[in-house]
């Protein structure tokens, strides 16, 4: 039996395999971009939005025992058994220590004071029976102060002023607007949630991903470039294609971890970033379908970011070079991205989804909006892959050129 000689497909696979092996191999055997790049994005995004979640609701929260410091003149004793049903105490003064208060206020030492007009309760009791001489009157009024820079005063004038309204339509009862305790806002929790998470999601993991694959790329390329190790490469016998080929997909592996830690720390944070989720309103709305898709169009957007910055990085001389001529396509990438905060569902015409970068972030909008067509999803892949594919072409030409590995 003679020895079988090895074919010019298994050239080529090998020569591609070990492109990427070599790649692959220096990324994992290096502790420190393992941490920078896989590690490290995910756990710092979720401590950061979790600090900032603790921070906002900080913001917009009052300590439970907290009880708020309210003066009023001229409280009519009608209104006594509202406020008292709202937690509020109101510490009655006259009109000579107005201003006193209002300074307090002013400075955060007192939250809320009512100046109620005089004789209010009477010109209210007469006006509610009809008489004449009330009726043509100017109506009795009610001036509240507050302090919108602190959070008690805040509420405290938002808990009066609902306190007042409520006092308003009882007392002139001509038409309500939404009386009672039923709930009037139909959205549900998981359209609360795809609304949320479709206006900031898509915008977070366009980001992260670029910034993963920024973050390999040109230490890859332009790095060997740099060192000369890529001129060394090229006196192999690897043809120029696999050299392309083997690192487009490798980086783009190490890449796709980046933005799944970006991604994982990202879902994890979101319900204490978002105190306004409501309960039950949480990553596990989606099916595994949703995520399958979802993962898809992340590795195919990947492959996008990676053609991309591996071409400039082929075209820079240095990786400082090549760093600085990415920026300006970082910026157009977030200002794609940004374009989901606007936008309550996914376009519907497939001619969207034909332009590289703003179709992978219209597919992740009708992701997490639960409104993703399996067609747009198919064609953004199909037409992601297409441009990858043309990338690791240009970037063969680049690397066959003489002109550009060996420039300086």
Not at 33 to 55: E, N
Not at 77 to 104: H, R, Y
Not at 182 to 201: I, K, M, N
């Amino acid at each position: 039996m003679g020895i079988r000689k090895p074919t010019a497909n298994s050239k080529a696979q090998s020569g591609f395999m070990a492109v990427m092996k070599k790649e692959l191999k220096r990324f994992f055997t290096d502790r420190r971009m393992v941490l920078t790049t896989i590690l490290f994005p995910g756990l710092m995004i979720y401590l950061l939005y979790t600090v900032m979640g603790s921070a906002l609701s900080s913001f917009t929260t009052v300590d439970e025992g907290y009880v708020p410091q309210v003066y009023a003149v001229g409280l009519p004793g009608s209104l006594e058994p509202l406020t008292g049903s709202a937690g509020l105490e109101f510490q009655a003064i006259d009109e000579g220590q107005v201003d006193a208060i209002k300074e307090s206020i002013q400075n955060k030492e007192a939250d809320l004071l009512l100046v109620f007009s005089p004789g209010f309760a009477d010109l209210v009791a007469d006006r509610l029976a009809g008489k004449t001489d009330a009726l043509g009157t100017t109506p009795p009024s009610v001036e509240l102060y507050f302090n919108s820079t602190r959070t008690e005063s805040s509420n405290a004038y938002g808990t009066m002023a609902g306190i007042l309204g409520a006092y308003k339509d009882a007392s002139f009862p001509l038409f309500t607007v939404n009386a009672g305790d039923q709930t009037f806002d139909l959205a549900s929790e998981r359209d609360t949630a795809g609304f949320l998470f479709s206006s900031l999601l898509p915008m977070l993991m366009m980001l992260f991903l670029f910034s993963g694959s920024m973050a390999v790329a040109p230490e890859s390329i332009s790095g060997e470039k740099e060192r000369g190790t890529i001129a060394t490469m090229l006196v192999t016998p690897l043809k120029r294609w696999e050299l392309a080929l083997g690192k487009v997909v490798s980086i783009s592996c190490i890449a796709l971890l980046g933005g799944m830690s970006s991604f994982i720390g990202i879902m994890m944070s979101l319900p204490n970033l978002l105190g306004s989720l409501p309960e039950g309103a949480n990553a596990t709305l989606y099916s595994f379908g949703d995520y399958a898709l979802l993962l898809l169009v992340i590795l195919s957007t990947v492959l996008v970011f990676i053609g991309f910055i591996s071409i400039i990085s082929a075209w820079a001389k240095t990786v400082k070079e090549a760093g600085s001529l990415v920026m300006p396509l970082m910026i157009l990438v977030m200002l794609v991205g940004a374009m989901a905060m606007f936008s309550q569902s996914a376009q519907q015409g497939l001619l969207f989804y034909l332009i590289p970068v703003y179709n992978s972030v219209q597919c992740m909008v009708g992701i997490f909006s639960f409104t993703s067509a399996p067609l747009a999803v198919a064609v953004t892949i199909g037409v992601n892959l297409l441009v990858s594919a043309a990338c690791v072409f240009v970037l063969t030409k680049m690397l066959s050129s003489e002109k550009v590995i060996f420039a300086r």
